[in-house]
Structure formats: C-alpha cells, structure tokens
C-alpha cells in the first residue's frame, strides 16, 4: 500500500523560509506526478505547487510564485518544498499527495482526483 509522508513544519517568523519534505513509499516518483497542497484555518484546501513525473514542469499558484520552489529526487523517493519570504497567509496544514500519471509532463494543483494522502505538516507564520 502506497504511502506518502510530510515533514518539516514547524513555527517560522514572517520574512523566514522553512523547506518541507514528502517521502513517498510503494509508489514510484516516475510515475506519479507530486501536488503539495495547504488548508489554512476557515479555508478550503488549496493547491500550491507541483512537480510532473519527468521534472520538467513545475505549477505555482499565484500567491507562491516567486516564493516557493518545488523539487525532487527520484532515488531517494523524496520530493521538497522550499518555502521563502513566508508570510501570514502561508499559516495551514501543508499536505503532500500523488496522481498516477505514467509517464509526461503534466501536474496538478486541484485537489480532486489525487490518489494518495499525506497526513499533513503543519506550519505557522507569525507577524
């Protein structure tokens, strides 16, 4: 049974940068492309960034661009957000979860339709 497993939160001030880490297992990372997703407190859960199965696309959503790096090793079935220039807004539990995808170049940052869960990490952003 595939799982998938956040690490890596934790409490930051604003202005600071915090790197989450997503270790998969069961699962190959040339297979199934990679979302990290955020619910922050009365929100809905959001997309933040992705990484396609071949590395060579990556989506942001817009309130990260510029922020948030996304990135991963295959071999070490790992796959990290760099997180910088943190602000408030970036307060929530912060998921990591998989989509099959075979093989291209194609992500994504809906929730709907992923196959596997992690069970969060939280991070706190303080003014």
């Known amino acids: 049974q595939p799982h998938v497993v956040e690490s890596g939160g934790g409490s930051v001030q604003a202005g600071g940068s915090l790197r989450l880490s997503c270790t998969v297992s069961g699962l190959s990372l040339q297979h199934y492309a990679i979302g990290w997703f955020r619910q922050g407190p009365g929100k809905e859960r959001e997309g933040v960034s992705c990484?396609?199965?071949?590395?060579?696309?990556?989506e942001h959503a817009d309130s990260v661009k510029g922020r948030f790096i996304v990135s991963k090793d295959n071999a070490k079935k790992m796959v990290y957000l760099q997180m910088n220039s943190l602000k408030p807004g970036d307060t929530g539990i912060y998921y990591c979860?998989?989509?099959?995808?075979?093989?291209?170049?194609?992500?994504?940052?809906?929730?709907?339709?992923?196959?596997?869960w992690g069970k969060g990490t939280q991070v706190t952003v303080s003014s």
């Open positions: 990484i396609s199965v071949d590395d060579v696309t990556t």
């Open positions: 979860a998989a989509r099959f995808q075979g093989g291209g170049g194609y992500c994504f940052l809906e929730p709907y339709g992923m196959d596997y």
